[in-house]
């Protein structure tokens, strides 16, 4: 459902609409529909949206907004990522309310997931 000003679609870049779909299908589950050589689109994931073909990358370094998936279990996100040809760019650290860290996909996009801090961690014995 379209929601009147309310964020609908996001795009980004991608050097290589093949190795994109890739990994994304592999790490995420996600499907494509392609439209034309150089556009795919996902949906259904959180919000809809699609991949362009383009030679930049989006990174919070440029100024790229920077999107964020949760994981209800960071350490096997972070390994299929990496087994999918993804790079951590910034180790798991804590912040308020959880832990995340940063990766890339294989154009370079950079992107984070994040989780719930383990509060069991923190009771007292």
Do not use: C
């Not at 991608?14 to 996902?42: H, I, M, N, R």
């Amino acid at each position: 459902m379209n929601e009147h000003e309310k964020i609908n679609y996001v795009e980004f870049p991608s050097k290589d609409l093949q190795a994109t779909k890739a990994f994304f299908a592999s790490v995420f589950g996600w499907s494509f529909v392609d439209y034309g050589p150089e556009y795919t689109a996902f949906s259904d994931e959180g919000i809809d949206g699609g991949f362009y073909q383009s030679g930049l990358t989006a990174t919070t370094k440029n100024g790229g907004a920077l999107i964020v998936f949760y994981s209800k279990d960071l350490e096997s996100t972070q390994a299929k990522i990496q087994e999918a040809g993804g790079s951590i760019i910034k180790a798991v650290f804590p912040f308020p309310g959880g832990r995340r860290f940063h990766f890339s996909d294989p154009n370079g996009n950079e992107y984070a997931v994040w989780s719930d801090i383990d509060v069991s961690q923190y009771e007292q014995a």
